[in-house]
Nanobody, 124 residues
């Protein structure tokens, strides 16, 4: 079992910045891809950013140039630096990870894990 704990969500004015963090713990062999999906009220879930174990990144068009995703493998932690925030960024931001674990019988497998979500609210 792997647990993901998020922090950093807050109320901020338009144009401001926030940094979200996601710390993974538990029976971790390795963490492959991690990402930040967000749920904007009244809209479908959007995958804001992803980062691989080799630190290759991808961003949604809405995040490019403003958001930066990074990870510290030694700490099993992923970050999302959000700058130039807009009211339309208001959402619940989730942490997601594909983590490799080992079964009780000694075989390796990959499982998907989600954080609890953290609220980001941007006022105009």
């Amino acid at each position: 079992q792997v647990q993901l704990v998020e922090s950093g969500g807050a109320l901020v004015q338009a144009g401001g910045s926030l940094r979200l963090a996601c710390a993974a713990s538990g029976n971790i062999v390795s963490i492959k891809t991690m990402g930040w999906p967000r749920q904007i009220p009244g809209k479908q879930r959007e995958l804001v950013a992803t980062i691989t174990s080799e630190s290759n990144t991808n961003y949604a068009d809405s995040a490019k140039g403003r958001f930066t995703v990074s990870r510290d493998n030694a700490k099993n932690t992923m970050y999302l630096q959000m700058n130039s925030l807009k009211p339309e960024d208001t959402a619940v931001y989730y942490c997601h990870a594909e983590a490799v674990t080992v079964s009780t019988s000694g075989y390796y497998y990959t499982a998907s894990f989600w954080g609890q979500g953290t609220q980001v609210t941007v006022s105009s």
